[in-house]
């Protein structure tokens, strides 16, 4: 009798044990996908004044270390830079203030910025702008629609190759549904 209340024991400790490490696991690292609209307006937004003006297509990537939406675009970032840095084009970061982490190594091409005008009413986070080689706006928001970004379904790439080949693009007011932290507070 007090084996089997040994062995009935055992496995109750082991069957918390397990929900326990279930419950942690996915508290930590699964995150619901929050399929709310949000608007991104870049009227606000200008070049600082060392970057103004006519030049290369400049890219403005804007990243919360902590954010678990960025872990779904690093690598479609990793992927443009290699692409477009050779063909001229510039990226840059911005990073929210106040917070603290560093961007993985593919990434290290970004040049860091303290501050871009008009960035401290972005409404949310990971986003993009770009500037055309007139140093006009011509596009901010996500990276793209949806809980993952990648080439397939990104807008990045076909602003980027319309602005290489001359086009004029004008795209600096979006409304997407996707993976997005708030950038303000």
């Known amino acids: 009798m007090a084996k089997r209340l040994f062995t009935l ?6 069957a918390a044990a397990l929900w326990w490490a279930y ?3 996915q508290r ?3 995150r619901p ?3 709310q609209a949000t608007f991104f307006d870049g009227s606000q937004l200008r070049l600082p004044a060392e970057l103004a003006g006519p030049g290369p297509i400049r ?4 990243w919360d270390p902590a954010c678990p939406c960025n872990v779904g675009n690093q690598q479609h970032l990793g992927e443009l830079v290699a ?3 050779p063909r001229g084009v510039r990226f840059y970061v911005v990073q929210k203030p106040a917070s603290h982490g560093q961007l993985p190594a593919n990434l290290t091409a970004l040049k860091p910025l303290a501050s ?4 401290e009413r972005l409404p949310a986070t990971p986003a993009v702008a770009i500037w055309d080689p007139a140093g006009n706006l011509a596009y901010f928001g996500p990276y793209s629609e949806g809980a993952v970004c990648n080439s397939s379904n990104s807008f990045i790439e076909p602003i980027l190759k319309a602005l290489e080949q001359g ?3 004008q795209a600096s007011n979006t409304l997407a549904l996707g993976c997005y932290c708030p950038w303000a507070g």
């Open 167 to 169: 086009r004029r693009v």
């Open 83 to 85: 692409q477009f840095v």
């Open 28 to 30: 930590r690292y699964l």
């Open 23 to 25: 419950d942690s696991f």
């Open 33 to 35: 996908f929050d399929n």
């Open 116 to 119: 871009l005008p008009g960035s």
């Open 9 to 14: 024991l055992a496995l109750l400790l082991c």
């Open 59 to 62: 890219v403005m990537h804007f």
